[in-house]
T-cell receptor, first 114, second 116 residues
Framework: GAVVSQHPSWVICKSGTSVKIECRSLDFQATTMFWYRQFPKQSLMLMATSNEGSKATYEQGVEKDKFLINHASLTLSTLTVTSAHPEDSSFYIC??????????FGSGTRLTVV | ELKVEQNPLFLSMQEGKNYTIYCNYSTTSDRLYWYRQDPGKSLESLFVLLSNGAVKQEGRLMASLDTKARLSTLHITAAVHDLSATYFCAVDVISDYGGATNKLIFGTGTLLAVQP
């Protein structure tokens, strides 16, 4: 089946630094990638949608200059949290689309900003 | 704006009992998903429901969809401890032109705790 490899699984960083999260599709071409954020004991919130070779579309209230999304190839999408602050601590999950309507979730990244 | 609500938010039940989780959504959609999430983990797909009246069953879980009422249910039969997890429903957002966007809006989640 379609597999998305998400790295790192967890990361701890200092306030003010940037962190990059990668989602790589291993056996398919991910035409569209969705990025979600999940705060503890809360639901998943859609942050942005990216299509290969295009600029990402951000949901209302998500700062595009803070959460940089790059989808330069059909097998790799990255989310960079810039100038991270403790309030950015969260669980980030990617969801990759393939073919017409198939999709799969990454394993998630636990980000802790100290 | 599509809103998806689940109830209850928290459910403590004894092993062997039956219960139902409800998922209501606010606007038209043609796809509804149910997921399971264990602590610290990503999502595990349980069901996808594509049409009015759709019913799917897997083990002790059964999901149904009523598109007219904008309601889906996840029924748990004879619960066991291994079913303890958080369950989410998610609805596909329909574009202004009537097509699927493939964006999923998630419900609030139901934390299920099955007690021995």
């Amino acid at each position: 089946g379609a597999v998305v490899s998400q790295h790192p699984s967890w990361v701890i960083c200092k306030s003010g630094t940037s962190v990059k999260i990668e989602c790589r599709s291993l056996d398919f071409q991910a035409t569209t990638m969705f990025w979600y954020r999940q705060f503890p004991k809360q639901s998943l919130m859609l942050m942005a949608t990216s299509n290969e070779g295009s600029k990402a579309t951000y949901e209302q209230g998500v700062e595009k200059d803070k959460f940089l999304i790059n989808h330069a190839s059909l097998t790799l999408s990255t989310l960079t949290v810039t100038s991270a602050h403790p309030e950015d601590s969260s669980f980030y999950i990617c969801r990759a689309m393939y073919l017409w309507d198939g999709y799969t979730f990454g394993s998630g990244t636990r980000l802790t900003v100290v | 704006e599509l809103k998806v609500e689940q109830n209850p938010l928290f459910l403590s039940m004894q092993e062997g009992k039956n219960y139902t989780i409800y998922c209501n959504y606010s606007t038209t959609s043609d796809r509804l998903y149910w997921y399971r999430q264990d602590p610290g983990k990503s999502l595990e797909s349980l069901f996808v429901l594509l049409s009015n009246g759709a019913v799917k069953q897997e083990g002790r879980l059964m999901a149904s969809l009523d598109t007219k009422a904008r309601l889906s249910t996840l029924h748990i039969t004879a619960a066991v401890h291994d079913l303890s997890a958080t369950y989410f429903c998610a609805v596909d957002v329909i574009s202004d032109y009537g097509g699927a966007t493939n964006k999923l809006i998630f419900g609030t989640g139901t934390l299920l705790a099955v007690q021995p």
